[in-house]
């Protein structure tokens, strides 16, 4: 793999060894990762991913390959409480709903994938160590 860096030392291209895939890498002012194309010796591009971030700097939102996007959400605690993928077409690829006790363990994940959805649930013991999974 033949890496090139920016300033900070973050790679900003990389050539992997059978020359078919090249990745370059944008980051925002924080070092965060913002952009990542891959594309094939020919140029086409294979993936695509463009984030946006929150004011805490978490991602909100992701723009996809082909025109598909992703939403992220997060509560006071700045816990993930939502993803969701929806393709090009404007459906929902996948989404997932969190919620959180008071010792930040997830103890519920919906899955609100139309085709099959469904819940999770979780407990844990008095040393937040999970116990046990349930789905519904």
């Given at each position: 793999?033949?890496?090139v860096f920016d300033r900070?030392?973050?790679?900003?291209y990389l050539v992997y060894p059978d020359n078919k895939v090249l990745t370059y890498l944008a980051y925002d002012s924080a070092g965060r990762l913002s952009r990542k194309i891959d594309r094939n010796a020919a140029g086409t591009t294979l993936t695509y991913f463009n984030y946006t971030r929150n004011a805490n700097g978490f991602p909100e939102q992701v723009a996809y390959e082909g025109g598909a996007y992703g939403y992220f959400r997060y509560d006071a605690l700045d816990?993930?409480?939502l993803e969701q993928r929806i393709s090009s077409g404007n459906a929902m690829t996948y989404g997932f709903y969190y919620n959180y006790d008071a010792d930040s363990n997830r103890y519920f994940k919906f899955d609100a994938h139309a085709a099959s959805p469904n819940a999770h649930y979780y407990t844990f013991d008095a040393r937040n160590r999970l116990t046990s999974e349930e789905q519904k």
């Open positions: 793999t033949t890496n900070s030392g973050l790679p900003t816990r993930l409480t």
